[in-house]
T-cell receptor
């Protein structure tokens, strides 16, 4: 089984709808991240969380919110989706305790907002 | 100016060629440097990880970090069609709070 899973893998929604993207991990990592990827812009950080009680805004948090329900779960919500939120969304985890600063990514959620 | 700059390519090479991928950065606080490989419609997967300056080799892959020039490289020897993917560089300061990514270089290895 994959260490970092994302649901759904693909989603089509309409402008103004509220949607939630979910991420679960079995790696036991404390840190979790949400990114979006757009052609020519690379990966941009939306939110990150160092533990259940810690939530931080990233580079492009406007229009998004997150919830860290447990160490293993980190959800991203679009309160009122708009077409320019059409993108590929990735969840990632990291574990600073290993001394190796790196991230592990989920398979991505492809979102289309009409 | 972006924190990390990476030539997007695309880069097309014949099978067996040596490939050189590069990133430059502006923040001298970056200590940890990574290369990720991303196949189409997949998540990025860690390929190489280095701390501070120097070289690291893993099979056909060599990562180089030159902190004095703020320049990192990934070399792929004897490139294979299976190496066709987008390669992302990433880096973070020693605090590890955020990771900064390049935009990725698209590589195609032609059989």
């Amino acid at each position: 089984d994959a260490d970092v899973t994302q649901t759904p893998r693909n989603r089509i929604t309409k402008t103004g709808k509220r949607i939630m993207l979910e991420c679960s991990q079995t790696k036991g990592h404390d840190r979790m991240y949400w990114y979006r990827q757009d052609p020519g812009l690379g990966l941009r950080l939306i939110y990150y969380s160092f533990d259940v009680k810690d939530i931080n805004k990233g580079e492009i948090s406007d229009g998004y919110s997150v919830s860290r329900q447990a160490q293993a779960k980190f959800s991203l919500s679009l309160e009122s989706a708009i077409p320019n939120q059409t993108a590929l969304y990735f969840c990632a985890t990291s574990d600073y305790r290993t001394g190796q600063e790196t991230q592990y990514f989920g398979p991505g959620t492809r979102l289309l907002v009409l | 100016q972006k924190e990390v700059e990476q030539d997007p390519g695309p880069l097309s090479v014949p099978e067996g060629a040596i490939v050189s991928l590069n990133c430059t950065y502006s923040n001298s606080a970056f200590q940890y440097f990574m290369w990720y490989r991303q196949y189409s419609r997949k998540g990025p997967e860690l390929l190489m990880y280095t701390y501070s300056s120097g070289n690291k080799e893993d099979g056909r892959f060599t990562a180089q970090v030159d902190k004095s020039s703020k320049y990192i490289s990934l070399f792929i020897r004897d490139s294979q069609p299976s190496d066709s993917a987008t390669y992302l560089c990433a880096m973070t300061p020693n605090t590890g709070n955020q990771f900064y990514f390049g935009t990725g270089t698209s590589l195609t290895v032609i059989p």
